[in-house]
């Protein structure tokens, strides 16, 4: 079990920029979480996947973001034209989804920063 | 709408201390409760979880937590704080859709500073 990882940790663009954060959950785990997490607040949940199926999407997820996870497995987050408020830490978060006491577990995030 | 309060954004204590950080959620149905811990510039760590049963919980690093369905708390404890307890700690509640959480509302967090 090597855990959630996501790439890269850290980003740096200016506004007006696309980019795209990737995330590999746990294997054999189903569902594949992302949050966002500003500074001195709680994450907030943005969307998520069961499998390859996006089942839900926050209305903090405008429609510059947009997410995808194609064979059920890693997933990305891209968010187009970027602008300062979208600087954040991109949590990233799997679970295995089949039981009622199901537990996300956490990656260590992606810090975007937009100039 | 479910929403998590954690009433103390910062808390000192000193090393050796006892600790209790306060939470008290709102969700209209049985509440699914997470306790997780962030260090600097780190993704979050679950401490310990209650679905059901005993309402006392015990978690890793020596914490433990009480559901108390009366308050609508769940606020986490340790007897005796060790230095490298030093962090951000949120409490969370999971919504659920079919029996199943999905979803977690996270409070604001409390920042533990430990003195020497």
């Known amino acids: 079990d090597t855990g959630v990882s996501q790439d890269p940790r850290h980003k740096i663009t200016k506004r007006g920029q696309n980019v795209t954060f990737r995330c590999d959950p746990i294997s054999e785990h189903n569902r594949l979480y992302w949050y966002r997490q500003t500074l001195g607040q709680g994450p907030e949940f943005l969307t998520y996947?069961?499998?390859?199926?996006?089942?839900?999407k926050s209305r903090l997820l405008s429609d510059r973001f947009s997410a995808e996870r194609p064979k059920g497995s890693f997933s990305t987050l891209e968010i187009q034209r970027t602008e300062q408020g979208d600087s954040a830490m991109y949590l990233c978060?799997?679970?295995?989804?089949?039981?009622?006491?199901?537990?996300?577990?956490f990656g260590p995030g992606t810090r975007l920063t937009v100039l | 709408a479910q929403s998590v309060t954690q009433p103390d954004i910062h808390i000192t204590v000193s090393e050796g201390a006892s600790l209790e950080l306060r939470c008290n959620y709102s969700y209209g149905a049985t509440p699914y409760l997470f306790w997780y811990v962030q260090s600097p510039g780190q993704g979050l760590q679950l401490l310990l979880k209650y679905f059901s049963g005993d309402t006392l919980v015990q978690g890793i690093k020596g914490f433990e937590a009480e559901f108390k369905r009366s308050q609508s708390s769940f606020n986490l404890r340790k007897p005796s704080v060790h230095w490298s307890d030093a962090a951000e700690y949120f409490c969370?509640?999971?919504?659920?859709?079919?029996?199943?959480?999905?979803?977690?509302?996270f409070g604001k967090g409390t920042l533990l500073t430990v003195n020497p």
């Open positions: 978060a799997s679970s295995l989804g089949r039981v009622s006491t199901d537990t996300q577990y």
């Open positions: 969370a509640v999971g919504f659920t859709r079919g029996g199943s959480n999905y979803k977690l509302t």
């Open positions: 996947f069961q499998n390859e199926a996006q089942l839900e």
